[in-house]
């Protein structure tokens, strides 16, 4: 399918790389396709950035199916652009599709859509260090009704955003909060997918947390409220006693590409991180004898970010000294390596955009 472009008539002043936070400032162009039944997934373009005309009606505003995901593309120091994984986005988007009945699309045309808006807005990719373009494609119901039933239509989009780091901390370490009160997924429910239901559901916890002064929830499991599962916008790793720890995914956590990619690389070092269940008495006990090492996020945005502090119950304990860990560090250069291009691409996550 050929993909026509309708240039902006006027393009935007480019930011400040000093400026740049996360999701604040969109490029000038973005990708549409639309889905009916009788075509399929049709009439792909590249226009201006700008609004979707909705129907008050339309079926995303009520009932939420809408999917999500989440990559960046990274300059290189020859100024050559490229992307991370992408492919893995793509085929993770199709599954969430699959989960949320949306009808699935070409995933391979879909990343050459992506390359075509990046290369058409490619004057938007920052090189300042710590910075990238983040791509957000999106998938929305469209049909005007309020019956509850999977839509007949969809619009697909991809819109683009320069962005410096996720939290405001950066790469320093953050304070999170355990709920015992909230869940934020369910075995059996939609935890696992990007689905928009998932972020505003964590919402009220969030809002909480912050009042609290912490940065982010982190989320047990929604049935015996003991297991560790994520941070709701990270995946999370523990070490103990020098063992690498991460949850398994128990069917309510979002298996993550940086959470994999993390995986990886310690596999490469010869210090594989075990997947299993892990409860968060077992984490506070292992603060208690002095066994945990290091806690960080793992995730698109965040990349990885040191947990310096965790507060459960009316227990805050502190993490390591409260500078940034060994292997959060290790973990982090790695990968900022690979994607920026400063080290070679010996797992073949890299895929060129230009
Ligand atoms: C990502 O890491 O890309 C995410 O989707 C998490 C968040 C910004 C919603």
């Given amino acids: 399918m050929e993909i026509p472009i309708k240039q902006a008539l006027a393009l935007k002043t480019l930011p400040d790389a000093k400026d740049l936070a996360f999701g604040t400032l969109f490029t000038d162009h973005m990708f549409n396709m639309d889905y009916d039944p009788d075509n399929g997934w049709h009439y792909p373009r590249i226009e201006p950035y700008g609004a979707i005309p909705m129907d008050p009606s339309t079926m995303v505003l009520h009932y939420g199916q809408s999917i999500f995901e989440g990559l960046k593309a990274f300059k290189t120091p020859e100024d050559r652009i490229q992307l991370f994984r992408p492919e893995d986005n793509f085929t993770r988007f199709n599954r969430?599709?699959?989960?949320?009945?949306?009808?699935?699309?070409?995933?391979?045309?879909?990343?050459?859509?992506?390359?075509?808006?990046?290369?058409?807005?490619?004057?938007?990719?920052?090189?300042?260090?710590?910075?990238?373009?983040?791509?957000?494609?999106?998938?929305?119901?469209?049909?005007?009704?309020?019956?509850?039933?999977?839509?007949?239509?969809?619009?697909?989009?991809?819109?683009?955003?320069?962005?410096?780091?996720?939290?405001?901390?950066?790469?320093?370490?953050?304070?999170?909060?355990?709920?015992?009160?909230?869940?934020?997924?369910?075995?059996?429910?939609?935890?696992?997918?990007?689905t928009a239901g998932n972020y505003a559901a964590s919402l009220f916890a969030g809002e909480e947390a912050h009042h609290k002064g912490y940065t982010q929830v982190l989320w047990l499991d929604g049935v015996e409220r003991k297991y560790v599962e994520e941070v709701g916008s990270m995946n999370i790793f523990f070490v103990i006693d020098d063992e690498i720890i991460t949850p398994s995914l128990s069917g309510s956590i979002l298996s993550g590409i940086t959470r994999d990619s993390v995986m990886a690389l310690?596999?490469?070092?010869?210090?594989?991180?075990?997947?299993?269940?892990?409860?968060?008495?077992?984490?506070?006990?292992?603060?208690?004898?002095?066994?945990?090492q290091e806690c960080f996020g793992s995730g698109t945005a965040a990349v990885i970010s040191p947990v310096g502090e965790i507060k459960y119950k009316d227990k805050q304990i502190k993490i390591g000294d409260g500078k940034v860990g060994s292997w959060a560090r290790k973990f982090f250069d790695a990968i900022t390596d690979i994607q920026y291009g400063h080290a070679e691409d010996t797992e073949g996550w890299i895929h060129p955009v230009d």
Avoid: Q
């Avoid at 619009?155 to 410096?164: A, E, K, T």
């Avoid at 310690?266 to 945990?292: C, N, S």
């Fill in 96 to 194: 969430s599709a699959h989960r949320m009945c949306i009808p699935l699309f070409d995933e391979a045309f879909a990343l050459d859509a992506a390359k075509e808006l990046i290369r058409l807005d490619r004057r938007w990719v920052p090189s300042a260090p710590g910075t990238s373009l983040y791509i957000r494609p999106t998938i929305i119901a469209m049909d005007p009704f309020l019956g509850v039933r999977a839509s007949y239509t969809y619009r697909f989009f991809i819109i683009l955003s320069p962005v410096g780091a996720y939290y405001k901390e950066g790469f320093n370490p953050v304070k999170i909060w355990v709920t015992e009160k909230y869940v934020r997924a369910v075995p059996g429910g939609v935890g696992e997918v990007k």
């Fill in 266 to 292: 310690a596999r490469k070092w010869g210090h594989p991180v075990t997947e299993r269940r892990i409860t968060i008495d077992e984490v506070m006990a292992a603060h208690e004898a002095g066994k945990l």
